[in-house]
């Protein structure tokens, strides 16, 4: 069976950030995740329709990300 979820370091390596970035959004709620006692795993299919609503949205409100 194939692991659904992905670990801090693997999120940050598949969006191209850094680990405390990941680790910011989380603690800001601004990234799905999920909390297994003190470890932090995601979705993959959740994050990559996190990325795809993203996306979207900057084109629908016509603003270029600021990173």
Do not use: C
Request: aromatic share 10%; charged share 25%; net charge positive.
């Amino acid at each position: 069976m194939q692991r659904q979820t992905m670990t801090v370091k693997e999120v940050a390596d598949y969006i191209g950030v850094h680990t405390d970035t990941i680790y910011t959004m989380v603690r800001e709620k601004q990234i799905p995740h999920l909390r297994v006692r003190a470890r932090i795993f995601f979705s993959k299919e959740t994050i990559d329709n996190w990325i795809k609503n993203q996306a979207t949205m900057y084109v629908e409100v016509g603003q270029v990300p600021s990173y």
